[in-house]
């Protein structure tokens, strides 16, 4: 279907005039005209955008898409695959939290040998 048919459906929907249209959008009047009448075969993107915003559409649903949103299709999914995938980013999360404790008990470690070996310069690696 070509874009000129689609904005003309979406102006017919909200029951707009081609004045309205270009009150509510900024867009003159006779470009409007010549976009709906096929005679703009390509108009900008702005132009378009701020047309369908006016007439309270979308974008995505004048090119086609037509995708659920993320909290359509969370409502859609299977709450036990769900459930799932919620526990087992929850054990993931433990384990992280353990590997982060035990990273920084073993620097903290580190730290202490160095600075053990660095107080007592008869012994250890650094010897004066």
Known sequence: MRLSTQLKLLKEKRKLTKQQLSDLSGVPVGTINRILSGQTDNPSFQTVCDMVMAMEG???????????????????????????????????????????????????????????????????????
Not at 102 to 126: Q, S
């Open 58 to 128: 979308s974008l995505d649903e004048l090119v086609g898409i037509k995708e659920d949103s993320p909290v359509e299709q969370r409502k859609t999914a299977n709450p036990e695959i769900i459930k799932l995938y919620e526990n087992m980013i929850d054990y993931k999360e433990k384990w992280i939290q353990r590997l982060f404790a035990c990273c920084c008990i073993l620097t903290l470690v580190l730290i202490g040998i160095v600075a053990f070996d660095l107080m007592n310069p008869a012994i250890g690696f650094f010897r004066s």
